[in-house]
């Protein structure tokens, strides 16, 4: 059974930094692409910033500059550092994974549960 696990959502000032964690477990013959996605209150989820497997990466408009996507292929880990946070960011964090799970590397997409993040004064 293939689950991702986030971590390091939480309370933050504007400004300041948060570094979201997905670590990807349970029988997993390869990654072919990790993305993070948020949920505002009211809005639609959205896409916030996804690395291939060969680690390029693309990121939203509105985060560019600011989060840094990165992976750990051989943990099948992919993490989002997000700097000068701002209120506008504060939404639940899911993290996504298009994985080849075994024994049959059959491709499937998995979401994680997703992890608050909110930036507050």
């Known amino acids: 059974q293939v689950q991702l696990v986030e971590s390091g959502g939480g309370l933050v000032q504007p400004g300041g930094s948060l570094r979201l964690s997905c670590a990807a477990s349970g029988g997993i013959f390869s990654n072919n692409g990790m993305h993070w996605y948020r949920q505002a209150p009211g809005k639609e989820r959205e896409l916030v910033a996804s690395i291939a497997s060969g680690g390029s990466t693309n990121y939203a408009d509105s985060v560019v500059g600011r989060f840094t996507i990165s992976s750990d292929n051989a943990k099948n880990t992919v993490y989002l550092q997000m700097n000068s946070l701002k209120p506008e960011d504060t939404a639940v964090y899911y993290c996504?994974?298009?994985?080849?799970?075994?024994?049959?590397?059959?491709?499937?997409?998995?979401w994680g549960q997703g992890t608050q993040v909110t930036v507050s004064s």
């Open positions: 996504n994974a298009n994985l080849r799970r075994l024994p049959d590397r059959r491709l499937g997409n998995y």
